[in-house]
């Protein structure tokens, strides 16, 4: 069975930061493509951060240079770190995990101004 579990979620005010975590289970992590997206309030969900299974990033352009992504395999754990949050940034982020297209339940960012 896989599960993705997300946490680090929460209310932040506008130029701080949080670090998302997703701890995985029931996949073999290494072999894994991990990703961040993000669904604003009435807006389509799109990929934030993406890292393959041999460590390259991407990143969407409204992200790049303030998001980090990286995974830790010892954990089986994918991170965001979200540095110089803007209230745009306010969305319900979800941990992706391919092949298979799994996907965790979401954990609310929102970024006060």
């Known amino acids: 069975q896989v599960q993705l579990v997300e946490s680090g979620g929460g209310l932040v005010q506008a130029g701080g930061s949080l670090r998302l975590s997703c701890a995985a289970s029931?996949?073999?992590?290494?072999?894994?493509?991990m990703a961040w997206y993000r669904q604003a309030p009435g807006k389509q969900r799109e990929l934030a951060a993406m890292?393959?299974?041999?460590?390259?990033?991407n990143y969407a352009d409204s992200v790049k240079g303030r998001f980090t992504i990286s995974r830790d395999g010892a954990k089986n754990t994918v991170y965001l770190q979200m540095n110089s949050l803007k209230p745009e940034d306010t969305a319900v982020y979800y941990c992706h995990a391919r092949p298979g297209a799994y996907w965790g339940q979401g954990t609310q960012v929102t970024v006060s101004s």
């Open positions: 890292i393959t299974s041999g460590g390259t990033t």
């Open positions: 029931g996949i073999i992590f290494s072999a894994f493509a």
